[in-house]
């Protein structure tokens, strides 16, 4: 377990050092796992990226209006890159 933890952490470090000054993506990663541990009618399962892939981008979006007064203006695709194996994706293996 503590392992995974690691790994995990290892992971959101890079996706940080990588960020552009606004940090959306992870703030969006943050977003999923509080709407996951708080909200069990979104019916959110971690392992299943489609079950939040498009609305995370929406609740990221409100949190950085909030905070930051602007969103993501980035393509859609650099938005989704969040998902893959070189940064965070679902499951990491290893």
Known sequence: ????????????DLIIKKSRIHLYKPIQIAEILHKERTNADLE??????ESYRNRSKKWRDAVCIRFL???????ARFQ???FEENAMPPCIDG
């Open 44 to 49: 959110i399962e971690l392992l299943n990226l």
């Open 80 to 82: 989704d890159n969040l």
């Open 1 to 12: 377990m503590l392992r995974d933890l690691d790994k995990a952490k290892d992971a959101l």
């Open 69 to 75: 007064g602007r969103v993501s203006t980035s393509s």
